[in-house]
C-alpha cells in the first residue's frame, strides 16, 4: 500500500500459522495472532470481515484500538459497520469506511471507489485516500446512507437475478452452454456473470441482500415483476403484456438519446462463449431483462444516477437491457415469443420459482439458509468455474474498455 513501511495484519486463530509462512519473505508485513495486538499496534485499521459478523467482531477488537487510529470497514452493507464503530470504538478514533464497488479478480484500476468519511479530520481522510490510492480507482465520496441506497440500486435486482438464473438451471438439470438455445449473443453474458457469481463467496452478496433494507425491497419487487409477467405469458394476455413492457421501457430508457452505436452486438457477444454457437439462434423472451425493467419502473429507479457507483457487472447488465429495449423489432419478437412460443416455458417456470425463493430467502434475515441455497447451486456448476471466469473476465474487460459510456 502506498506510503506504508509497516502492515500489521491477523486474521482467524487457525490461519495464524499459515500466515506467518506465507509472509515470512516480507520484510514489511507483520502477522499477529489476534485482532487486540493489531488494533493496538496500528495507525490505520481495516475490517475485512462478513457484513453479517461485522458487529461481533468489532465488539472483541475495537475497545483495543490505539488513541488516535483511523478505523474504517469493507462490508457491502455500511449500516450495521457503522453502527459496530460507533457502539464499540473508543471516542478518540477516527472513522473513514471504505467500498470497492467490484468483485474479485477485477482491475481496480478506475474503478469506483467509495469512501466514507464519518466521524474524522481531514487529516485522517488524507491519510486514507494515501493509503487507498496503490489501487488507482476512482474516489467517490458518500455517506453511510448514501452508500447503502446506491448499491441496492445498482447490485440488489442485478444479483437476484443472477442467482435465480443458477437456481433455474440446476432445477432442470441444465448446463445451459451445452444447449443450442442457451448459446450465443445475450445467452452468453447471462451464463457467464452467473457462473462469475456462483464462484465466489456466499457471503460477499448474502450482506447487502440481507441487512440492507432498501435491497428487501428490490429483490422482493424483482420477484413479484417476474411472477406477474410469467403470468401475463401464460395466460396469453398480449395486449396487457405487451403495454406493461413498453410503458416500463420508455419510464427507465425514455429520457436517454440514443446517437451513440450500439455496445452490445452479437459478433461481440459471440466471441465469449462456453459452447458451439449454432447456426440459427433460439429467440428467446428474456423474462429476466424484462422484470429487471419492470422492476426499475414500479420502485421509479433511474439506474443512469448512479453510474459513478455502479459496480462492472450492473453496467453490463445495464447494456444488456439498452440492447433489448433500443431495438424495437428484437423487443416485437420477445414480446411475440412469450406469448407463442413454449420454447422456453419449462425454463422461465423454475426461473420465477427461483426470483421467489430468493426473495423469501432474503426476508427471513436466515444466512445460513442463504450459505446453503447458495453452495448448493455452486457445487453444482463448480467444474466449469475456472473456464467461466477466464471467459467472464475477458468479455467484461473487452466490453467496458470497448464502450466509455459504460466504463465511466
Not at 455500511?78 to 460507533?86: G, H, L, R
Not at 423487443?331 to 423469501?360: K, P
Not at 474498455?401 to 459504460?406: G, H, I, N, S, T
Amino acid at each position: 500500500m502506498a506510503g506504508l513501511h509497516r502492515v500489521n495484519a491477523c486474521d482467524r486463530d487457525e490461519k495464524y500459522e499459515g500466515l506467518k509462512t506465507e509472509f515470512a519473505g516480507r520484510d514489511n508485513v507483520y502477522i499477529y495472532p489476534n485482532g487486540h495486538l493489531v488494533s493496538r499496534a496500528s495507525d490505520y485499521i481495516i475490517y475485512s470481515v462478513e457484513a453479517e459478523a461485522i458487529d461481533k467482531v468489532v465488539a472483541q477488537y475495537g475497545p483495543s484500538t490505539k488513541q488516535g487510529a483511523v478505523v474504517g470497514g469493507q462490508t457491502s452493507c455500511k449500516a450495521p459497520e457503522i453502527s459496530a464503530f460507533e457502539k464499540y470504538l473508543p471516542e478518540d478514533v477516527d472513522i473513514v469506511s471504505c467500498h470497492s464497488l467490484h468483485g474479485p479478480n477485477v482491475d481496480p484500476e478506475g474503478q469506483p471507489l467509495v469512501i466514507i468519511k464519518h466521524r474524522a479530520t481531514q487529516k485522517s481522510l488524507n491519510l486514507v485516500e494515501k493509503v487507498l490510492s496503490c489501487l488507482r480507482a476512482k474516489h467517490v465520496y458518500l455517506t453511510a446512507n448514501e452508500h447503502d441506497r446506491i448499491t441496492a440500486d445498482t447490485q440488489a435486482v442485478t444479483h437476484a437475478a443472477f442467482l435465480s438464473m443458477g437456481t433455474a438451471w440446476q432445477a432442470n438439470n441444465q448446463f445451459p452452454w451445452e444447449i443450442n438455445r442457451y448459446v450465443g449473443g445475450i445467452e452468453n453474458v447471462k451464463i457467464n456473470v452467473t457462473l462469475r457469481i456462483y464462484s465466489n463467496k456466499w457471503h460477499v452478496y448474502a450482506g447487502l441482500a440481507i441487512l440492507n433494507p432498501s435491497a428487501k425491497e428490490q429483490i422482493r419487487q424483482y420477484a413479484e415483476s417476474v411472477t406477474e409477467l410469467f403470468k401475463l405469458m401464460l395466460g396469453g394476455h398480449r395486449e396487457e403484456l405487451e403495454q406493461r413492457i413498453k410503458t416500463a421501457g420508455a419510464a427507465v430508457f425514455g429520457t436517454k438519446q440514443w446517437e451513440e452505436q450500439l455496445l452490445l452486438r452479437d459478433e461481440i457477444l459471440d466471441r465469449f462463449s462456453l459452447g458451439k454457437a449454432p447456426q440459427e439462434r433460439t429467440p428467446n423472451n428474456h423474462l429476466s431483462l424484462l422484470a429487471i425493467v419492470d422492476c426499475w419502473w414500479k420502485l421509479g429507479i433511474v439506474p443512469y444516477d448512479h453510474m459513478i457507483c455502479s459496480t462492472p457487472l450492473f453496467r453490463l447488465w445495464l447494456g444488456v437491457t439498452e440492447y433489448l429495449f433500443r431495438k424495437p423489432a428484437l423487443l416485437d419478437e420477445v414480446i411475440r415469443i412469450a406469448i407463442e412460443d413454449n420454447t422456453f416455458r419449462s425454463d422461465d417456470l423454475e426461473f420465477t420459482f427461483a426470483a421467489r425463493g430468493w426473495s423469501e430467502c432474503v426476508s427471513f434475515g436466515n444466512f445460513a439458509s442463504y450459505r446453503d441455497r447458495f453452495e448448493k447451486i455452486q457445487e453444482y456448476f463448480s467444474p466449469r468455474f475456472p473456464e467461466a471466469t477466464r471467459v467472464g473476465n475477458e468479455m467484461i474487460r473487452t466490453i467496458l474498455k470497448a464502450d466509455e459510456r459504460l466504463g465511466d
